[in-house]
């Protein structure tokens, strides 16, 4: 029984889309990225205090808001373009672009001037 609702709901969004005048590859393609990619977000703005254990950091966004960022053995640090440990990148005073999800980063890319 399960597995003829999932083939008749799979059959459904398929060919509900062409019958909209849209493409079906097209539509379960934007489908499937959307159940797929995690939502991230983006924070900007300049680090004021690391953790001394380096798991996390708070930056200072234009808007004078202040975001704690966690940081993992998974998140990327880049200085000026290069990719770099986290010891190099992570200084108070520097400018970041921060790509989170949930406030824990992916990516964090800090920058010497801004």
């Known amino acids: 029984m399960k597995i003829m609702f999932i083939t008749t709901t799979a059959v459904a969004l398929a060919t509900t889309p062409a ?3 849209v493409c079906p590859e097209a539509f379960m393609s934007s489908l499937q990225r959307v ?12 680090i004021m205090t690391v953790a001394a ?9 234009a808007d004078d808001q202040v ?3 966690q940081i993992d053995k998974e998140t990327v ?4 373009g290069k990719e770099v440990s986290r010891d190099l990148a ?19 890319e800090v920058t010497t001037q801004k």
């Open 19 to 21: 019958i909209a005048g």
């Open 67 to 69: 975001v704690t960022i």
């Open 77 to 80: 640090f880049t200085l000026d």
């Open 90 to 108: 992570l200084a108070s005073g520097r400018h970041a672009k921060v790509t989170h999800d949930e406030k824990t980063a992916s990516r964090v």
């Open 35 to 46: 159940m797929v990619e995690p939502a991230m977000d983006e924070a900007e703005g300049m």
């Open 53 to 61: 254990d380096w798991s996390n950091f708070t930056l200072k966004a």
